[in-house]
């Protein structure tokens, strides 16, 4: 048994944010039905050809779904979405502004003819203020959210290299939605859950918020070192590598003059003596530990760290990352089906003793069409009318090898 066996998702999504909310649903035994374009499916489906010539995109954010492809503004649309929604336990939509009251899958209209339907509607800025109507991707809230006005070099501000604004939004989507079906429990009733990307980075701001705000003055944009933590960050090794490095607290700084620079009355000098200090006097410090530790290799480096106990990372490449030992060590990685065969996977983060997570394919676009409409009642004769109309897509998977 997984948490969500018997609980089904209907989601009506693309790209990153919702897909990667009910992948984690799925994950945990949900039965999530992903309703795609007919014939080309999520667009994300085609964001590249890495994998095996599938999406990178789509492998990580689509397994264990089937695939629904319906023309949702086709004029017998609403029949199949009315049939699919009465049996859900969640509908879930990723759509541009408007476009799910005018297919009439409002919040307050679903949940009007089905009041225990837990029905989370994710939006770039929300259905109401001045934004309400403004499309929104996840560089342009990174903007809008001043993640680019603090990430970069002193002279480039800097995007985040993963979809940070769309992975916030489908982390709150996925926990507001276990939080729904809990209430649900004790109240009998559905809700509604509204999860904007806005809102979400807002959260993840809050330390700048609060720092620029209260202090006059934004965090400087410092690269790959702390904005007002010293040392922390990237320093160079004397085999032209790097290591990350990062001393919190006055103990730690005393190990790091003593253990690593070998000069420990460092750590009482009235210049250098708490993080304060050390940050206005950034350059003094990258100064004194350029020299010491032009004479180390990285791994002399990560040794004497290791053993002070100042904590310290590689910079890895994301190939590094997927051979890293420690996601070996611990049995991280397990295989997963696709239409291109076996793919490699990460286990989800949150471990559970009691369960294995669900990992089954990614789905081909409309691949569960048919199976799903005859499970609502339509006959093969209504299938086949209906893929003539142009209302659904679907092809007969063929058996894998």
């Given at each position: ?27 945990l ?7 795609e374009?007919?014939?080309?499916g999520?667009f ?34 609403k ?35 089905h ?33 680019l ?41 559905g ?6 990307m ?21 965090p400087?944009?410092?690269g ?103 996601f070996a ?43 799903i ?29």
């Amino acid at each position: 048994m997984r948490p969500l066996d018997g609980i089904t998702v209907v989601s009506l999504e693309q790209a990153v944010a919702a897909p990667f909310a009910t992948r984690h649903l799925a994950d945990l035994g949900a039965r999530v039905i992903k309703i795609e374009r007919p014939q080309v499916g999520d667009f994300a489906r085609d964001y590249d050809q890495t994998v095996k010539g599938l999406s990178s995109h789509f492998v990580w954010l689509n397994r264990s779904k089937e695939s629904l492809a319906l023309d949702v503004k086709h004029a017998r649309a609403k029949d199949i979405l009315d049939r699919l929604i009465s049996r859900a336990d969640v509908f879930i939509q990723n759509l541009a502004p408007g476009a799910a009251a005018r297919l009439g899958l409002s919040a307050d209209d679903l949940l009007s003819r089905h009041p225990r339907l837990i029905v989370c509607d994710i939006s770039g800025y929300g259905d109401s203020g001045p934004y309400a109507s403004k499309k929104a991707y996840d560089l342009l809230v990174q903007s809008e959210a001043g993640v680019l006005s603090i990430t970069g070099t002193p002279e480039t501000p800097s995007k985040v290299g993963i979809s940070i604004a769309d992975i916030a939004t489908g982390m709150y989507a996925y926990s507001g939605i276990l939080t729904a079906l809990l209430q649900r429990e004790k109240t009998g009733k559905g809700d509604r859950i509204e999860v904007t990307m806005l809102e979400a980075l807002g959260e993840w701001m809050g330390y700048p918020l609060y720092y620029t705000h209260f202090s006059g003055a934004a965090p400087p944009r410092t690269g790959p070192d702390h904005a007002t933590i010293v040392p922390y960050g990237r320093y160079l090794t004397g085999d032209g590598k790097s290591v990350m490095l990062g001393v919190q607290n006055q103990r730690e700084w005393a190990n790091f003059c003593d253990k690593v620079l070998g000069q420990p009355r460092l750590a009482t000098d009235a210049r250098y003596d708490s993080n304060s200090k050390r940050n206005e006097r950034r350059a003094e410090i990258l100064a004194i530990i350029d020299k010491v530790f032009s004479t180390l290799t990285t791994e002399q480096l990560v040794q004497k760290l290791d053993a002070a106990g100042i904590a310290n990372a590689h910079i890895n490449s994301p190939e590094d990352v997927w051979k890293h030992a420690q996601f070996a060590a611990r049995d991280r990685w397990r295989e997963v089906e696709s239409p291109k065969g076996k793919l490699p996977t990460l286990l989800p983060p949150a471990t559970h003793d009691s369960f294995e997570p669900r990992l089954a394919a990614a789905p081909e676009v409309g691949e569960h069409t048919e199976s799903i409409l005859l499970e609502l009642g339509f006959t093969d004769v209504d299938v086949g009318e209906l893929k003539s109309g142009g209302a659904i897509s679907f092809e007969r998977r063929k058996p894998r090898k």
